[in-house]
């Protein structure tokens, strides 16, 4: 178990250092596995062995840096944010990509915290993934350039 910033556990799969195709240097590979076995010593939480995720480990909106004196609010669409005051720190719920979007504009606009999402950089991410997508492939255009060619010679 590695200690991240916040003071987070990052769970690790008890044979992950291993073999890379568990994770070994292999960020995306690294998925937590629950330790099974008769004799594992993990399993039995011996001293001196990784911890095994369990319930206690997540973290307190209190706990967090200076959001001691903020009341946390929950907020499931835009209506929501307009009810956070001053002295409240929005979190949000399970919501879909389109619904976090309009949020998080809107966030940005009011300056409005947000403990769960950081605005601006969710924003740019998606201005980034939809300039991608509207980028032609080169692929595309050769395809289109021979169709087009071959409808110009008929006529």
Avoid: C
Avoid at 81 to 100: D, P, S, T
Avoid at 110 to 128: M, S, T
């Amino acid at each position: 178990m590695k200690k991240t910033k916040m003071n987070k556990p990052k769970f690790q799969r008890r044979t992950g250092n291993r073999y890379s195709k568990l994770g070994k240097g292999r960020k995306k590979k690294q998925k937590w596995r629950r330790p099974t076995g008769r004799d594992n010593k993990m399993r039995e939480k011996r001293k001196g062995y990784p911890a095994v995720v369990k319930i206690g480990y997540k973290q307190d909106v209190k706990a967090r840096g200076n959001v001691e004196e903020k009341k946390p609010i929950m907020i499931m669409n835009t209506k929501d944010l307009e009810k956070i005051k001053k002295n409240e720190i929005g979190i949000i719920g399970r919501v879909g990509k389109k619904k976090k979007i309009e949020i998080a504009k809107i966030a940005k606009e009011k300056k409005i915290e947000i403990y769960n999402l950081n605005a601006e950089k969710f924003l740019k991410k998606i201005k980034k993934k939809v300039a991608l997508k509207s980028v032609p492939s080169v692929k595309k255009d050769l395809n289109t350039r021979g169709k087009e060619k071959s409808k110009e010679d008929k006529k």
